[in-house]
């Protein structure tokens, strides 16, 4: 079975401009999350996405969106750029796990500079 | 919101030495999760553990849940430089898809 691919994998935008980042999940997997990482804050979760529905939404400002295809895959948005927004993106598909916990797969990751 | 602490931060140790690496909410998870990320990729799943007190091995590393489900530990047994990386553990807190990450452990093994 493929892995979790995220679409471009180093992006460097300046301040101001928007971004669109991709991700395909596991064959089968309905589920996706975003999450930010940097050194400084860690991983944070950013949304899931379900059947198309944004499911849970972490607490990031309203310039971040993400919307999930009849097909699973997923893209999220960041507009007007800020310096702080630099950082990895990461997303996950999801499987269950017997008893209803969710085991999380991760792509590599988009590597996403603003300048 | 909840907070996953993680102890050490940063651990440099020699190879084949064995290490313990703690992860500490005062919140309950439903299950809790142990990743590993390697720089420049995803973090990659070593484990799920779900009932208190719940204790895995893999290979030579040893997995426990707490018997309240608040903390997990993570023992590496005569550590190998392959082991470098950054561990991550990884609350749920109800079933679902939003996990809560700690802090991170960042391991050196150096041979």
């Known amino acids: 079975k493929a892995g979790v691919t995220q679409t471009p994998r180093y992006l460097i935008k300046t301040r101001g401009q928007q971004v669109t980042l991709s991700c395909s999940p596991i064959?089968?997997?309905?589920?996706v999350s975003w999450y930010q990482q940097t050194p400084g804050q860690g991983l944070q979760f950013l949304f899931e996405?379900?059947?198309?529905?944004?499911?849970n939404k972490g607490n990031f400002p309203g310039r971040f969106s993400g919307r999930q295809f009849s097909n699973s895959r997923s893209e999220m948005n960041v507009s007007t750029l800020e310096l702080g927004d630099s950082a990895l993106y990461l997303c996950?598909?999801?499987?269950?796990?017997?008893?209803?916990?969710?085991?999380?797969?991760f792509g590599p990751g988009t590597r996403l500079t603003v300048l | 919101t909840q907070l996953l602490e993680q102890s050490p931060q940063f651990l440099s140790i020699q190879e084949g030495e064995n290490l313990t690496v703690y992860c500490n909410s005062s919140?309950?998870?439903?299950?809790l999760q142990w990743y590993r990320q390697e720089p420049g990729e995803g973090p990659v799943l070593l484990v799920t553990?779900?009932?208190?007190?719940e204790v895995k091995k893999l290979k030579r590393l040893t997995f426990q849940f707490g018997d309240a489900r608040k903390d997990s530990s993570l023992h590496i047994t005569a550590a190998q430089p392959g082991d470098t990386g950054l561990y991550l553990c990884a609350g749920d807190e109800s079933s679902g898809d939003k996990l809560t990450f700690g802090t991170g452990t960042r391991l050196a093994v150096r041979p």
């Open positions: 996950a598909s999801s499987s269950y796990f017997s008893g209803g916990a969710a085991e999380q797969f």
């Open positions: 996405y379900f059947s198309e529905t944004q499911r």
């Open positions: 919140s309950v998870f439903s299950s």
């Open positions: 553990v779900v009932t208190g007190g």
């Open positions: 064959s089968g997997h309905r589920s």
